[in-house]
């Protein structure tokens, strides 16, 4: 059986985005920027995709600028909101220590830049005190930029409440809501964030394509330079293809998100209950709200590398983490974040599920899962230890 559980990672494109797709590079393949029929033609795909993105989150078209996916979304946020602070003399930008790297990178560049980074702690589930932001708030701090939903644990943190502080205190507030939208409903005037940014691929849409709200108001300037696409904000001859495609699969989640959000979130508990019988596992964020189809455990004993490459064998894509922290050694920064030590940290599994799981698959994954960690533990010294009582468990 061939099970495919990385959603978090990315995600097949739906069928109807894939045709949408088709339809406009055989239809609209003008340049919108031209003149001609032709090129207005595809002009005329490229607002109705803004629209159909505008209307999925609560915002208006023309705050909407699409982006070739969410990390240049983060990027363009983040760069665009410090330097218009820098110029009023505020130097200073909070975040936490559980972003991705698209936002933690850019924040390292602005630390060398001269801004000095608050990076507030979170709580054993990955959940982040809105007070905290309250607190770090200072009058030279030119922007917070705190995720919505966690990619390697699913947590869902408090931007409502943050968006509220951050208005009353005038500081624009950047989400990146990119594991969120299409998951949870997400409405840009409920959140009252300034930013927030989206992708394609993690909703059934297509890859390299993704999207930056900026508020009526706020700032934004360019990461790239060229032509006036984008009214003037990101200059590149548009991705219509990829722009209708990720604006059909948006619509399409967002009409059945209730019903794939009920689907999922079962076939999620389905799977927790199961692997909830392997004996010293933990799921990860088990306190917090999360997501529908996250699940993060640590399997003490064992290295999560192993675990993957096992299951692989065995038809099933997992993770250990985020996939741009697999290849490397260092256990994942959100692992860390929520308190756990190395050597549990490096024990982890995450398993991102999607509607179109079944609990055949459910099955099929709990079933394996216990096999290769029994295996693993059979095999690895440090579980020896263990179970002789020379070392103590540290997940009871
Ligand atoms: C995937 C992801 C990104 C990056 O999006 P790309 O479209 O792959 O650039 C940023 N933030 C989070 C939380 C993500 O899960």
């Not at 699409?66 to 200073?92: V, W």
């Not at 801004?115 to 309250?134: R, S």
């Not at 038809?315 to 996939?323: D, K, P, R, V």
């Not at 991102?352 to 693993?376: F, H, P, Q, R």
Request: aromatic share 6%; hydrophobic share 40%.
């Amino acid at each position: 059986m061939n099970v495919y559980a990385d959603h978090a990672a990315t995600t097949k494109i739906s069928n109807s985005a894939k045709v949408a797709m088709i339809e406009n590079m055989d239809l609209y393949f003008g340049n919108p920027s031209s003149l001609h029929t032709q090129g207005q033609l595809a002009k005329e795909q490229l607002n109705k995709a803004r629209e159909t993105v505008a209307k999925a989150i609560g915002a208006k078209p023309r705050e909407i600028f699409f982006t070739s996916g969410g990390s240049e979304a983060d990027n363009q946020a983040i760069l665009s909101a410090a330097y218009a602070g820098k110029k009023k003399g505020k130097n200073h930008i909070i975040t936490t220590t559980v972003e991705h790297h698209a936002v933690l990178h850019t924040m390292a560049r602005l630390a060398k830049d001269g801004f000095e980074i608050t990076y507030l702690p979170v709580d054993q589930d990955g959940w982040l005190n809105p007070q905290l932001v309250e607190d770090a708030i200072r009058k030279e701090t030119a922007l917070v930029s705190v995720m919505y939903a966690n990619n390697e644990i699913g947590t869902l943190l408090p931007v409502k409440e943050i968006g509220t502080i951050c208005k009353q205190k005038k500081v624009p507030f950047h989400t990146d809501a990119v594991q969120a939208v299409a998951h949870v409903p997400v409405n840009v005037e409920d959140i009252g964030c300034d930013y927030l940014a989206l992708s394609g691929h993690k909703f059934h849409g297509p890859r390299g394509v993704g999207a930056l709200y900026v508020k009526m108001g706020a700032r934004i300037d360019n990461l790239i330079e060229g032509g006036a696409q984008e009214r003037g904000k990101r200059a590149g001859t548009e991705n219509v293809p990829a722009i209708m495609g990720m604006s059909v699969a948006l619509a399409e989640a967002v009409d059945s998100l209730d019903d794939n959000m009920a689907k999922t979130q079962a076939l999620r508990d389905y799977l927790i209950k199961g692997l909830s019988t392997i004996e010293h596992s933990r799921l990860n964020g088990s306190g917090a709200e999360r997501v529908p189809g996250t699940v993060n455990f640590c399997f003490e004993g064992i290295e999560g590398e192993s675990l993957l490459l096992l299951l692989d064998a065995k038809g099933i894509a997992a993770s250990s983490g985020s996939a741009c922290t697999s290849g490397s050694l260092d256990p994942s920064h959100v692992l860390l974040a929520i308190g756990l030590p190395h050597e549990v940290a490096h024990g982890s599994l995450r398993l991102s599920i999607g509607e179109e799981n079944t609990y055949e698959e459910m099955d099929y994954i709990i079933e394996n899962v216990k096999e290769v960690v029994a295996y693993l533990r059979s095999i690895s010294p440090i579980w020896e230890s263990l179970k002789n009582g020379d070392k103590p468990y540290i997940i009871q």
